[in-house]
RNA sequence: CGGGGUGUGGCGCAGCCUGGUUAGCGCGCAGCGUUUGGGACGCUGAGGUCGGAGGUUCAAAUCCUCUCACCCCGACCA
């Protein structure tokens, strides 16, 4: 390809709106451009990395035994009110209307699709086990788009299911899959960590995120510094320590006067914030509940959500308290009733607590369960944070941010039940397949990439996924020797089926070396008079600062030969 | 949705507070010339409904109202 022809330009000055290095770069080496929150173009560049991540995942996907397929973006709603996934990805689903007025949704994923499908093509216990996947649009009306390619509404993604008999078939399937994945993510130049993960709305019970660390990740990954404990923070547990108090004592009013936040309370009355118990409401799908944790812990919401089994999780406002006659700042689970109530596990982890009094200015001392209160519900909804305990060994949690590139879930039966997917087992039973479903953000994938390799002059492709390979930068074009040397090289290298970009703009050379740079392309050819005159080409990774020479006639097999590396 | 911010040629910005001739600057783009091993220089030129609507005014990029879009911080996910 000549430079001079290829659509889409480089740009100097750095995109206002973008502050990711993925986002400047993509949009400086003019490889996307954005349409609308969270929508863009590919340009020729970034399509071409795109394609070759793809053929990196198919290879992956086939050698796994994935058979791949293509599903339909449109989708009747009814599909996803029998699984109730309507409402669990909310706003998050696009949907439109057809001329008939049906309801339509633009597939954010296709648990529901491919169910629907395999429930008609595979009856029998024979038919399975069966990888299916698709590399296709997605639609996801995300609350807010961000950092370019991380986060976006229409996106391409690469989603496999597995469909097996039982358990120790899905176990199978997803090991496959992780190897699968880690070797995707390695031909790919990317470092991944793999951390337990919360399903969130696609649902299911065990889950893995394949993480980039990356300062500009979303995701905040909870890890042991000794054992191999990684998680995500939405999943992350920790060892939330005793509270040493001694035997419990007989409750005990007193005035609080001022004092509403936990930090007050615990500074008016002189005791650790891990001694008091703070009350958070919440409304799960309209109803307000009371949470309680041990005070120097804070609520995961996403943790809560799983145990309420609701949609729509949101803090109530001071109002909604309010109506709801409770004493906000001096609440507390002794002695109230009529609203459901969930306590965090840590309320266990001490004695003589302090919380509120339900009345105006008061707190209670010496407060125990279940002495004193009674919950509904009591679980694991607390935050964990760095520098508390791992809670599989001795060790000490760490925080990190990453990217998260690809995401794995055993999803058990609960699809196929809803929607009716039934095999027959060896014995003449009906059973519910076991599903699983495994998904890559192929432009995402691209983003981290450039999160991970880059310098201050641009990106530096890893050569699996480069655009070209080759950045043919010949100068002083005006010079025949020049011209005629970088035609023949050119043509000869592509002879080779190397993929070349011939810088072919009369630019200087500080204009086309800074462009090599952002572009990225993994080795750089210059020609010039002064190459020329030792009958030579300069070779230079991207990547590293000294370049070599090369003889010119024997550059292409060289090259060649580098590439193939 | 809550909070913060921005909309002015393809890109980055100034002008707005304190209304007043042809709306500037840099990059980029086109032409010519001189240059050029790490983003050269000169000359010439093209390109703008000042996000949109309404209003105030003799006069609006500038003031007022409404509205739309986009970005950043939080609740969602590949």
Redesign the pocket.
């Known amino acids: 390809m000549r430079l001079s022809k290829l659509f889409g330009?480089?740009?100097?000055?750095?995109?206002?709106?973008?502050?990711?290095a993925s986002?400047r770069l993509l949009i400086?080496a003019g490889m996307i451009h954005?349409l609308?929150?969270?929508?863009y173009s590919y340009l020729p560049l970034a399509w071409r990395v795109l394609k070759n991540i793809e053929a990196i995942i198919r290879d992956e996907m086939d050698k796994a035994g994935g058979q791949e397929l293509s599903m339909p973006v449109l989708q009747p709603v009814e599909l996803w009110q029998k699984t109730g996934r309507d409402a669990?990805?909310g706003k998050?689903l696009f949907s439109l209307s057809d001329r008939r007025e049906r309801q339509l949704v633009l597939g954010p994923?296709h648990e529901e699709v491919i169910t629907d499908l395999v429930s008609r093509n595979a009856q029998s216990y024979r038919d399975l086990p069966l990888l299916l996947y698709q590399i296709q649009t997605?639609f996801?009306d995300?609350?807010?788009?961000?950092?370019?390619?991380?986060?976006?509404?229409e996106?391409t993604?690469k989603d496999l299911y597995s469909f097996d008999t039982d358990k120790e078939g899905l176990d199978q399937s997803y090991k496959k899959m992780l190897n699968a994945y880690r070797n995707i993510f390695t031909r790919c130049g990317l470092p991944t960590m793999l951390v337990e993960?919360?399903s969130?709305?696609?649902g299911g019970k065990e889950s893995h995120?394949?993480m980039v660390i990356a300062e500009s990740g979303?995701?905040e990954i909870i890890h042991c510094d000794s054992c191999k404990y990684e998680a995500?923070a939405?999943k992350a547990e920790s060892m939330k320590g005793r509270v040493d108090s001694g035997q419990p004592l007989p409750l005990e009013k007193v005035k609080t006067p001022g004092s509403y936040t936990i930090e007050e309370v615990s500074n008016f009355l002189k005791v650790p914030q891990s001694q008091t118990l703070k009350a958070v409401f919440y409304i799960a799908d309209g109803e307000l509940v009371f949470i309680t944790i041990r005070g120097d812990l804070e609520v995961n919401?996403?943790k809560l959500?799983n145990i309420l089994h609701c949609s729509e999780?949101?803090i109530a406002s001071e109002a909604e308290v309010i109506e709801s006659g409770i004493i906000a700042g001096s609440a507390s689970p002794v002695g109230l009733s009529g609203i459901k109530v969930i306590a965090d596990d840590s309320i266990t982890t001490g004695t003589n607590f302090v919380a509120g009094a339900n009345k105006a200015d008061t707190h209670l001392r010496n407060i125990n369960y279940p002495r004193d209160f009674k919950i509904d519900l009591i679980a694991n909804i607390a935050l964990a944070r760095a520098g508390e305990g791992c809670p599989r060994c001795n060790g000490k949690l760490l925080s990190t941010h990453g990217i998260?590139?690809?995401?794995v879930?055993k999803l058990g039966t609960f699809v196929s039940e809803k929607l009716g997917a039934l095999y027959t087992d060896a014995s003449g039973i009906s059973r519910s397949i076991v599903m699983g479903?495994y998904?890559?953000?192929?432009?995402?994938?691209m983003a981290a990439v450039i999160e991970h390799s880059h310098d201050d002059?641009?990106i530096i492709w890893p050569p699996s996924i480069a655009p070209y390979q080759v950045y043919l930068c010949p100068?002083?074009l005006?010079n025949p020797e020049v011209r005629t040397a970088a035609e023949k090289l050119y043509t000869e290298l592509e002879a080779q089926g190397l993929e070349v970009l011939l810088d072919d703009r009369?630019?200087?050379?500080?204009?086309k070396?800074?462009?090599?740079?952002?572009l990225g392309i993994p080795i750089?050819v210059?020609?010039?008079?002064?190459?020329l005159e030792k009958g030579s080409v300069?070779v230079?990774w991207r990547g590293e600062k000294k370049?070599k020479l090369v003889l010119l006639k024997e550059a292409a097999g060289r090259l060649k030969e580098l590439i193939k590396r």
Do not use: W
Request: aromatic share 6%.
């Open positions: 330009k480089t740009q100097r000055e750095i995109p206002a709106e973008a502050d990711t986002h400086r954005q609308a929150a969270g929508v669990s990805f998050g994923t997605k996801r995300e609350p807010r788009p961000r950092g370019g390619l991380i986060r976006v509404r996106f993604m993960a919360d969130g709305a696609i995120e394949f979303e995701d995500n939405e919401e996403i959500k999780l949101r998260e590139v690809g995401h879930f479903c998904g890559i953000g192929l432009g995402r994938l002059k641009g100068l002083y005006e009369g630019e200087s050379p500080g204009v070396f800074n462009d090599a740079d952002l750089r210059t020609i010039s008079p002064r190459t300069e230079k370049s």
